[in-house]
């Protein structure tokens, strides 16, 4: 974790319950690499508070981009918080 952007995690007591971390240079872009919750305790809030944490926390930043699953669980959650697919911007993305 020591080259990301940021990285915040979420506790119950002394157990970690999920992470939130970010890539970039913080000015242009930022990436959420990664947005983990244990299944057990997800659907409690707790990768919405993270994923809030950082979009507040690169409010200013011109792209926040993440990549992730393509069901309907993950495009329902991430669109609960404001997040649109890149289509949406006339973009397109690509990966190898």
């Known amino acids: 974790f020591e080259k990301s952007l940021l990285t ?3 506790y119950e ?4 319950v999920g992470i ?3 890539v970039g240079d913080g000015e242009t872009i930022v990436l ?3 947005l983990l919750v244990f299944p057990q305790y997800q659907r409690r809030g707790i990768g919405a508070a993270l994923l809030r944490a950082v979009m507040e926390r690169f409010a200013d930043v011109r792209q926040l ?5 393509d069901t309907e669980k993950t495009l329902s959650f991430y669109r609960s918080l404001g997040m649109r697919e890149l289509s949406e911007f006339g973009g397109r993305g690509f990966m190898r």
């Open 32 to 34: 959420v690499q990664d």
């Open 13 to 16: 007591g002394k157990t970690l």
């Open 20 to 22: 939130v971390r970010s």
């Open 8 to 10: 915040l995690a979420a």
């Open 65 to 69: 981009q993440l990549v992730t699953d």
